[in-house]
C-alpha cells in the first residue's frame, strides 16, 4: 500500500520506506529487518511503479484493493471494541454481584455467627479484586478505546478517500488522492505502534 505512494527517485532517500515517508518511532528506525526487505524489492518497485498513476487502470485498481484493506481493518477493530466492551461489562456485573454478596454476608453474620458466612465475606472480596487485577493486566479498557477510536477515523478516512477519488479529474493531479491514503496508512502504523507499545512491557512474543 506505500509503495505507490513514494519517490523512488529521491536522491539519498532512507533505505526504510516508513522512515522515508512518516516518522514511526525508534522501534522501526532500529529495524535493519525492514530496512533490508525495502532495500531488497525496491528496485522491481521502482520499475513496476513506473509511470504507474497515469494508468487509469493502475490507479482504479489501487484504490479498489486500498479501500478494502482499510476497510478489513476498521470492522477488525469494530469486533475488537465490542468484544472488549462486552469483556468490560461482564466483569463489573460479576464484581457488582460479589460486592452483594459480600454485603449481605456481612449484615446476615451480624445475626448468623457461622463459619461459611466468614468465608462468603472473606472469598468474594478477594475473587473480586482478582476479576478485576485480571481485567486491568489484559488492558481491557485500553484495547476497546483505542480500536473504537480507530474504527471511527478509519471510517473517515475510507470516506476521504472516496471523495478524493470523486474529485480527481481523469488523468489529472493525484496529490490529495495520494495524501488521503497516506493519512490511512498512518492510522494503520500508529496502532502499530500503540500495540508496540502495549506487548512490550508484558515481555510477549512477537511474531
Known sequence: ?????????????????????????????????????????EPEARTLLAGAWSDPAFVSSYIEWTLGILEQQRRYHCRVAAKQHALLHRVHSINGVLFGLTALGAVLH???????????TTFFPALGASLHGALAQSEAYRLGATSERLSGELAGAIEDIRNAVTAAAPGGD??????????????????HQDWNLLVRPHHLPLA
Open 1 to 41: 500500500m506505500l509503495a505507490p505512494l513514494l519517490d523512488f527517485d529521491s536522491p539519498g532517500a532512507e533505505a526504510n520506506w516508513y522512515v522515508r515517508a512518516f516518522d514511526p518511532g525508534h522501534h522501526l528506525r532500529s529495524a535493519d529487518d525492514v530496512s533490508i526487505l525495502c532495500a531488497r524489492i
Open 110 to 120: 451480624l445475626v448468623i455467627h457461622t463459619l461459611w458466612l466468614s468465608l462468603v
Open 174 to 191: 493525484r496529490v490529495a488522492l495520494k495524501v488521503s491514503i497516506e493519512a490511512a496508512v498512518a492510522l494503520i502504523l500508529e496502532e
